[in-house]
C-alpha cells in the first residue's frame, strides 16, 4: 500500500500540478478508506458462499461471517492507517481541532460498510453473479469518486461527485484528517444512507437469512 500510494502520488501530483506536501495525505487517505469500503463490501457479497460448507453442516448465527469480515478489514485497516498518520506526522496536522471528529466519522462510515455487506451477501447467495457485477460496479465507482482527484477538479462534470454518495462518505473521513471539518450535507448524507441502508438491511435478513442453507 505504501508503495502504490508513492508511485500513484508522484505520478498523479505531476499530472495535477499538486504540491506533494497536500497531495500524498489526501491520496493516502483517500486509497486506505476506499481499500476499506470496497473490500468489506467485495468479501460480503462472497461471505456465505465461501462459508457454504459451514453452513449446511451447523447452526451458527449467519452474521457471524459478516463480523467476520468487518473485524478482519478493520484490523487491516489499522495497519494500513499507518501510512496515513506517518504522513501526517511528515507533512504536519493542519488542524488539531478537526482531528476528533475522524472517529465519529469513521464509525459512520463502518457502519454504512457493514450494511452494504450484509445486502450484497444475502442477494448474492441467491443471484451467484452478483459478486462479479459488484466487483466491477465498485471498479467503476473508484474513478468517478474524488479518491485520486479533489472534488473540485471536475468544474464540467462536477454532477458526478455531487449525485455519487460514495464521495459524501468519503469526504466524510477524510476532512478531519485535512484540517476540515466536513459538512451539515456529509453529514446529513451519510446518516441517510446509514438508516436506509440499515432498514434495508435487517428487513432483508429478517426475510432470507433462514433461506441461505438452501440457497448455497
Do not use: C
Not at 137 to 162: C, E, G, H, K, N
Amino acid at each position: 500500500m505504501a508503495i502504490m500510494i508513492a508511485s500513484i502520488g508522484a505520478v498523479y501530483g505531476t499530472l495535477f500540478g499538486q504540491e506533494l506536501r497536500e497531495y500524498l495525505p489526501f491520496l493516502s487517505i483517500g486509497l486506505v478508506m476506499w481499500f476499506l469500503l470496497a473490500t468489506i463490501v467485495n468479501e460480503g457479497a462472497v461471505v456465505y458462499i465461501h462459508n457454504a460448507h459451514f453452513i449446511r453442516q451447523a447452526a451458527t448465527p449467519k452474521l457471524l461471517y459478516v463480523l467476520q469480515v468487518m473485524w478482519r478489514n478493520v484490523i487491516i485497516l489499522g495497519h494500513n492507517f499507518i501510512i496515513v498518520v506517518a504522513l501526517l506526522i511528515i507533512f504536519g496536522v493542519k488542524n488539531w481541532a478537526t482531528l476528533p471528529l475522524f472517529i465519529p466519522a469513521l464509525l459512520l462510515y463502518v457502519l454504512n460498510a457493514m450494511w452494504m455487506a450484509m445486502i450484497s451477501g444475502l442477494l448474492s447467495a441467491r443471484f451467484r453473479d452478483l459478486p462479479q457485477i459488484i466487483s466491477s460496479l465498485f471498479q467503476v465507482a473508484f474513478y468517478v469518486t474524488p479518491i485520486m482527484y479533489r472534488p473540485d477538479a471536475l468544474v464540467r462534470f462536477s454532477w458526478i461527485v455531487d449525485y455519487n454518495p460514495l464521495s459524501y462518505l468519503l469526504h466524510l473521513v477524510r476532512a478531519p484528517l485535512v484540517g476540515e471539518f466536513p459538512s451539515m450535507l456529509t453529514w446529513g448524507v451519510s446518516l441517510g444512507m446509514a438508516v436506509v441502508g440499515w432498514t434495508a438491511a435487517l428487513w432483508l435478513t429478517g426475510r432470507y437469512l433462514k433461506r441461505i442453507p438452501y440457497w448455497v
